[in-house]
């Protein structure tokens, strides 16, 4: 059989990987340089997982506090992420986004309001002045949809319910892709001489997750395997807030919206256990009790923001540590309380169902619980990584030639731990950037041509399972990597755990071998989940390997065995990549310098 | 939560089972594609708390790991696992076990409006094709120096409504234009009728796309029956705030005698 007989060949200039916002942001920008763009998408065009972003986007407008702008949202993102992210990335995300929000609005997003008829800002952990665009708690489904109904009008061929299995490269540089269909299961080769990876993130490496069953770091596996650099993956964000019962909705996200517009938490005791722990680095920003949280969270300049407010790595530790000590809920969690508001301001019932209708439908439905007069049980969940794929900070392209990426899949923007509200600015700003480029490159560089033995070798490893009818269920070694890494990688790690957790990941990737798939090509889960598998067990390796060689405890790390900052740690970020032998090597790399100006901006805003 | 699921979650809340009790629960699943199917028989142990989409799943995990089912955020934000339970169009996700009858074999069905893949997927890409014959927004320009523009809360209280669609497609699946009749050339249905009215109805826009509505897109199809607004798993108030307002527009703009004779006058078509 010819290769056309056995696979459909498509060819685009600049083919897009994943069409969340990143993804949808590159494609609309790439299609305006007027290059032949496709978008991939792994589900139907507009469920991606940004659908589930709910509190907002960060963009310095000033619109509700006019001493915002872009100097402290880049001091407050750098201090979030503990000074080991990107500073280039940083200054251009926090110069970016207040344009990008704006032309959002141009292609029909329709923010909530201010009382003057601007777009109104949230308060959010970390961020010193309200500063999250939002509509309610579905901001990621306002974005997803105004990205999606702007951009099938660019010229952009989209190919919906399709899977990429690898990058092809020829002579070092990217060629194509290849994937298959879920509908038919048949195989597709896209040519392609740029390829952007806005895949999204990995949380489905863990139990406990917020993340779809898309989020397999299916980027983060295929940059590593074409030859790119997976940067700071031992940062795993555990966002404090999951749902934690009933049993099946456990892990999905309650917005941190939910404390921005004045929830608290609380332990068995009716503690406000928040106040009890305050890092240094926030001291002089946190409310001294509180009655000045409660003014800073209705818009009191002059007050400090209530410890609920604080970062996301510290809050989910300070919540674990509760939970550990015999003060936690009846199922394993905290109290998150907003019904509280109601002592502070008349018709605090329809307030929390207008600025957190989600939220009010989601426990009401899934729990049975009325979040206007009972308080939330809420643990943490793993939700975000900041690491993922190196990129030079002005192009965002990897060290792949050709090879761009966006988005969660993409390390550098936040560090050692993301700020609430930076994921959606960061999608959109970088999204554009990773186009801009990409369109670029293309334009200054010929097409390459496929490498036919390439594609015929990744045919037939992703086939291999339907000769094994009779081998292991794939859904087996999904469940127990999950438990692996949830039990040995997850909010609290020690060496000897992380040292078993690797031997279990090696183990794993044995019995991949022998995973065998029941039924036909058409629309198989069992299929799909063998083939997710080995990304997953790429990106679990790395994190475990990144994380044993990060001897401290740093923003969404944290060590048992190392429980305070190493000053030698904060000088490099870890990157791991494949050697040549195949093994996966973990190198440190020192940290990018930062320019004087910007080293002036941080030490001005202390 | 509709009138019908209210009655029902009432009807049954005095034989709930006790907390942490598990019981098995029967299932008739449609497996199948285009050529050939039937349903299949299905028990899963059922525990306080779970949802259809997570019996689908302990399916698939235990018993058929090829059953195909669509599905992706599990928290009704996505709109992907609409299918028919026990005959009513809805997510199953948002299905709660204990608000199905107990001791009841559970059937579910794919969307039968859509023609079918396989098991519950259906090909829904009729929706996507007709997303992409309406209109797109088309702003005023900004009000500002910035590039903004002022735009009031209670001026957009009703496009947000409307906004919230997470394009399940529950609502096509159940209208009779679309189900019983095919009309899918004439008619696009609730879901893009909405769509057109959030458009109409964006403060900023300056599209027209009323005589669309009443020579293309088939808005005189419908009859105001509401079922779509029941399945909505939004609450979204599709016929009286959507498409019922663009009737009227429509009326306005053609039917009106006056409006007529000055469109006569005016020598507009």
């Not at chain 1, 892709?177 to 993130?201: N, P, Q, S």
């Not at chain 1, 009325?370 to 993922?388: F, L, N």
């Not at chain 2, 249905?189 to 599209?207: I, K, V």
Request: glycine share 10%; aromatic share 6%.
């Amino acid at each position: 059989m010819s290769f056309t007989d056995q696979y459909i060949v498509h060819e685009h200039d600049v083919l897009v990987i994943g069409a969340g916002g990143a993804g949808l942001r590159a494609a609309i920008e790439a299609s305006a340089a007027g290059v032949k763009v496709g978008v991939i998408c792994k589900s139907l065009l507009g469920k991606a997982h940004t659908v589930m972003a709910e509190g907002g986007m960060a963009a310095a407008m000033g619109n509700v506090d006019d001493r915002d702008n872009w100097e402290v949202h880049f001091a407050d993102t750098m201090r979030g992420g503990q000074y080991l992210n990107n500073p280039i990335m940083v200054e251009h995300h926090a110069k970016e986004a207040p344009a990008r929000v704006l032309e959002l609005e141009s292609w029909g997003a329709v923010f909530d309001r201010t009382k003057e008829g601007k777009i109104l800002q949230r308060n959010f952990g970390g961020h010193r002045y309200p500063r999250l665009a939002h509509v309610g708690d579905r901001t990621g489904l306002e974005l997803i949809r105004t990205l999606q109904d702007h951009g099938i009008h660019q010229g952009m061929e989209v190919f919906m319910e399709m899977t990429v299995v690898s990058l092809l490269t020829t002579g070092g540089r990217i060629s194509g892709v290849l994937g298959y269909d879920r509908e038919r299961g048949r195989m597709h080769v896209w040519k392609a001489k740029a390829v952007i990876l806005a895949t999204g993130g990995i949380g489905k490496s863990f139990r406990i997750t917020s993340n779809s069953w898309e989020g397999t770091g299916d980027g983060h596996a295929l940059a590593y395997e074409a030859g790119a650099e997976l940067m700071d993956m031992e940062f795993v964000q555990f966002h404090p807030t999951g749902m934690v019962w009933p049993p099946s909705v456990r892990g999905i996200l309650v917005t941190e919206g939910v404390r921005g517009e004045g929830g608290v938490l609380r332990n068995s005791e009716g503690k406000r256990f928040m106040f009890d722990d305050i890092p240094d680095a926030y001291r002089n920003q946190v409310a001294k009790d509180e009655e000045e949280g409660w003014k800073y969270v209705c818009g009191d300049k002059n007050a400090n923001r209530p410890p609920e407010l604080l970062t996301r790595d510290h809050v989910a530790r300070c919540i674990n540590r509760e939970i550990k000590a015999g003060r936690g809920s009846p199922h394993g969690g905290v109290y998150l309380d907003i019904g509280w508001i109601k002592e502070k301001m008349p018709n605090a019932s329809a307030h929390i169902q207008r600025k957190l209708p989600s939220m009010y439908h989601q426990f009401k439905q899934l729990a049975g619980v009325d979040i206007t007069a009972e308080a939330m049980e809420v643990g943490p969940t793993t939700h975000y990584v900041m690491g993922g794929v190196a990129v030079d900070g002005h192009t965002q392209m990897s060290c792949v030639p050709g090879l761009f990426a966006a988005g969660e899949v993409t390390a550098g923007l936040h560090g050692a731990n993301r700020l609430g509200g930076n994921s959606l600015s960061d999608l959109i700003v970088f999204g554009k950037l990773a186009g801009e480029h990409a369109a670029k490159f293309v334009k200054e560089h010929g097409a390459v041509e496929v490498d036919q033995a390439q594609v015929e070798a990744h045919t037939r490893a992703i086939m291999a399972p339907f000769d094994r009818p009779h081998g292991e269920n794939p859904y087996g070694i999904q469940q127990d990597l999950q438990n692996t890494m949830q039990d040995l990688v997850g909010i609290v790690r020690v060496q000897g755990e992380m040292e078993l957790a690797l031997a279990k990941i090696e183990e794993y990737k044995a019995r991949l071998k022998n995973v065998g798939v029941i039924g036909h090509r058409e629309y198989n889960p069992g299929w799909h989940t063998a083939i997710d598998l080995p990304c997953m067990l790429t990106v679990s390796e790395s994190i475990t390997r990144s994380a044993l060689d990060r001897k401290e405890s740093r923003g969404a790390q944290f060590r048992d065995d190392y429980p305070e900052k190493s000053a030698e740690c904060s000088t490099f970020n870890l990157v791991a990549k494949k050697a040549p032998d195949g093994s996966m090597q973990v190198t440190r790399r020192p940290l990018l310098q930062m320019r004087d100006d910007l080293k002036a901006v941080i030490e001005k805003m202390k | 939560m509709s009138t019908e699921t209210a009655i029902l979650t009432e009807a049954i809340t005095t034989s709930k089972p006790p907390a942490d009790h598990a019981r098995k629960v029967s299932f008739r699943i449609w497996r199948g594609d285009k050529e050939a199917g039937a349903f299949v028989e299905y028990t899963v142990n059922v525990t306080e708390g779970m949802v259809l989409l997570d019996c689908v799943h302990r399916i698939q995990a235990e018993q058929a790991s090829d059953l195909a089912c669509r599905w992706n955020c599990k928290a009704g934000k996505c709109g992907s696992c609409s299918a028919e339970i026990n005959g009513k169009p809805s997510l199953m996700c948002m299905t709660r076990m204990d608000t199905l009858p107990p001791d009841k074999v559970v059937t579910v069905e794919p969307m039968r409006s859509f023609p079918l893949i396989r098991d519950l997927v259906t090909d829904v890409s009729w929706n996507f094709r007709v997303k992409k014959t309406i209109k797109p927004f088309k702003p005023r320009k900004p009000d500002n120096a910035d590039g903004s523009w002022t735009m009031f809360q209670q001026d957009i209280d009703r496009v947000q409504e409307f906004r919230k669609c997470i394009e399940c497609f529950l609502c096509q699946d159940v209208c009779h234009v679309i189900r019983d009749h095919h009309k899918e050339d004439e008619f696009i249905g609730p879901r893009f009728l909405m769509y057109t009215a959030a458009l109409e109805m964006h403060p900023l826009d300056t599209e027209d796309r009323v005589g669309d509505l009443k020579n293309r897109d088939g808005i005189g199809y419908c009859n105001i029956t509401k079922c779509c607004t029941k399945v909505c798993p939004e609450h979204i108030g599709i016929t009286d705030n959507a498409i019922i307002p663009m009737k009227e527009r429509v009326v306005d703009e053609f039917y009106d005698p006056i409006t007529r004779l000055f469109r006569i006058f005016k020598g507009k078509k």
